[in-house]
C-alpha cells in the first residue's frame, strides 16, 4: 500500500487504541503517549495538504481529489472510532469542469473485494459517462448513495472501504452520523421486530428467481402466475408464463413445496435475471410465516417494476434521504429550457442520449433540467414515463399548434421486437455485408412440385410449397460448400458439420426463426410438415429455446408479397442469410428458335466477408440454382 492508502488506517488504528486505553486506566493511557503524539502530527499533516490544496486552481481538482481527499478521510475516522479501520469514498472529479455528477449504476456490490484498477461505478459527469476506478483494495463495507441518485456534489462521501473482510459485519447497519440507538427505543422497536420477523427468522424455504430460459435472455416479463400463494408444487408443474427476448416460455417448478410468496405480481416487466420471484416453502403449515416476506428478505432488490404504495412508505422512511433529496434538486417545470444549441443541435448528456435510442424516444425539441437546459438521464426516464418527448414550448407554456405531429399512437415494444432490433443493428455496424444475386429458371420445379403435390393429395395428404424446396436445395448446397456453414470467431472460423436451416417467420410480436435441423437429411415431405409447425408455434409464442437457438443458415422469403428481390441482414453468429422474392414470368429465346414465356425466381445470398469470400458464396449459389433447375437431383 502507498502512504496515502495506509495514512487513514493508520490513524484509525490509533484512535481506537487510545479509546481502549481510556478503558484500561491511567497506566495504559500513558504507554499511548507516543501513539497520541503520531495521530496529531498526522491531523496536522492532513490539515497542512488540504490547506495547500485550497490555493490550487481548479484544473488541478482531479489530483486533489485522488491525493488529498484520502488524507482528509482522517476526521471523519476520529468521529467514527469505535468501527473498524474504513476509508471514506468521496465522489471524485472526473473532469476539469465537473462539480457534481450522477451515479448510473454501481459494478461492485457491498461485500465485494475491490482490487486497484477495479471498476466501482459507471457516473455520468458534465461530460460523459466514466468508469470510476478503485485506486485502494479492500471490500466495499456499505455503498451510502444508490445508483440512480442524481447532482452528487464532488467530495460527498458515497461509500465505505474496509481492509479487512471480517471488519464487514460492523457496517451492516451503519447511517452516516447515525447516534447510537437508546434502550427505550430498542425496546419499543422489539414489538414490531417480532411482527416481522426478519431474513434469518423464517422457516426452511427457496427463493426462485428469474431463471434464464433462453441463451440470450437477460431480463423477462412476466405474462401470468399459474399458482397461487398456498398452491402445492410438484416438480414439472407450470409456475409462471415468461416473455423472453424470443418467445413466451412456461416455468417448470424442478422442486416440491407450497407457494408461500409471490415477490412479483403478474404483468411486471423487465425483470432482470436473478431477481427473486417467488419463495417455496416445505408444507403449508409454514405459508402465514411469509405474509411480511420481501425481496429485501430473498437477499435481492425488489423489481423496478413494483411501485411502492402508501401503505409502505412510512417503513421506508429512514432509508429514504438520498433519494428524497433527488425531486428536490430538479428544477421546476416552468424552469427547464429548451436543449437545443445553435444550429438545431439537441444538447445532452451521453448516458441520456443512449436511454433515449434504447427507449426509441426523440430529444429532439425535449427540454433539459441541466445546466443551460442540457437534457440528463432523468429528463429522459421522464419523456419514457409520459409517453414519448414533446415539443418544449407546447409543454411548458408555448405556442400552441406548434407539435410535429397531431395525431399518433405508441405501440410498446415486445421483448422479441427488442432483441431483434439490438442484434440486427449490431450486426449492421459490425459484420461486413455483401450481397450476390442470381435468378434461377423454376418451370421444371413447378411442374416437379405439382405431380408430388398430386400423388400427396392421393395418398397421406398434404401440400408442398415453393420454400420447401428452397429450404430442400439450400441444405444440400451447403452440404456440398461446407464453407459457407460457418461463423465467425475472433481466433478461428466455426464449420458446423450439421446443416439447420432457420426459417424466418413473422409474428404478431416480432421476427421468429424457427429451426429446421439437420434439413439435408430431411425429405420434401418431412420439411413441409415441420416447417408448418414450427411457424404455427412460433406465431402463437409457444416455440421452446431449442428450437430457435443454434441455426447455422437462414432463410427469408418475402415471395408471397409480391417482393421481386432483396437483401437481408445477416443473422449473427451465422455467415449468410437468403433473401427469396417471387417468381415473375420473363421472355426469352426459345430452345429451337423464337421466343418463350420462362418462370424465374430472384435469391440474394447476403455474406460476411469474414467468414465467406466472394468466390465461395458465388460457388454456393451456383450449387443452390442446380438444385432449383434440376428438383429430381434433390431426390439422389
Partial sequence: MSLRQRLPLLGARLLRGLAAAEQKGPPALMSRAAALTSCRALSCAAGRVLGAASSLPRASA????????????????????????????????LSPTMNQGNIVSWKKKEGDSVQPGDILCEVETDKATIEWEAQEEGFLAKILVPAGTQNIEVGTTV????????DLAAFKDYTPGAAPAKPAAAAEAA?????????????????????????????????????????????????AEVETDKATIEWESQDDGVV?????????????????????????????????????DAGGAAPAAAAPTQEAAPAAEPAAPAAAAAPAARPAPAQRQAAVAPG??????????????????????????????????????????????????????????????????????????????????????????????????????????????????????????????????????LRKVPEVNASWHPEYIRQYHNVDCSVAVQTPVGLMVPIVKDADKKGLAAIASEVKELAGRAKEGKLKPEEFSGGTFTISNLGMYGISQFAAIVNPPQACILAVGTTEQRVVPGAGGGFEEATFLTCTLSCDHRVVDG????QWLAAFKAYLENPASMLL
Fill in 344 to 477: 438545431g443541435r439537441v444538447v445532452a448528456s451521453p448516458y441520456a442520449k443512449k436511454l433515449a435510442a434504447e427507449a426509441g424516444v426523440s430529444l429532439a425539441g425535449a427540454a433539459g433540467s441541466g445546466p443551460g437546459g442540457r437534457i440528463v438521464a432523468a429528463d429522459v426516464q421522464q419523456l419514457v414515463a409520459s409517453g414519448g418527448a414533446a415539443p418544449a414550448a407546447a409543454a411548458y407554456g408555448g405556442a400552441p399548434g406548434t407539435e410535429a405531429y397531431a395525431s399518433y399512437t405508441d405501440v410498446p415494444n415486445s421483448q422479441i421486437r427488442k432483441v431483434t432490433a439490438r442484434r440486427l443493428q449490431e450486426s449492421k455496424q459490425q459484420i461486413p455485408h455483401y450481397y450476390l444475386t442470381i435468378s434461377a429458371r423454376v418451370d421444371a420445379l413447378q411442374s416437379f412440385r405439382k405431380q408430388l403435390n398430386d400423388t400427396l393429395a392421393a395418398t397421406s395428404g398434404g401440400k408442398l410449397s415453393l420454400n420447401d424446396f428452397i429450404i430442400k436445395a439450400s441444405a444440400l448446397a
Fill in 615 to 618: 468466390a465461395v458464396g458465388a
Fill in 62 to 93: 482531479l489530483p486533489q481529489h485522488s491525493a488529498v481527499l484520502g488524507m482528509a478521510a482522517l476526521r471523519p475516522f476520529s468521529a467514527a472510532a469505535d468501527l473498524p479501520a474504513h476509508q471514506e469514498l468521496a465522489m471524485p472529479s
Fill in 159 to 166: 461509500a465505505l472501504l474496509v481492509e479487512e473482510e471480517s
Fill in 260 to 296: 408461500a410468496k409471490l415477490l412479483v405480481p403478474e404483468g411486471s416487466q423487465g425483470i432482470q435475471v436473478g431477481t427473486p420471484v417467488l419463495v417455496i416453502a416445505d408444507s403449508a403449515g409454514d405459508v402465514p410465516a411469509f405474509a411480511g416476506f420481501t425481496a429485501a
Fill in 191 to 239: 414489538p414490531a421486530a417480532a411482527a416481522a420477523p426478519s431474513g434469518g427468522s423464517f422457516p426452511p424455504h427457496q427463493v426462485l428467481a428469474m431463471p434464464s430460459l433462453s441463451p440470450t435472455m437477460n431480463q423477462g416479463n412476466l405474462l401470468a402466475w399459474r399458482k397461487k400463494e398456498g398452491d402445492e408444487v410438484a416438480a414439472g408443474d407450470i409456475l
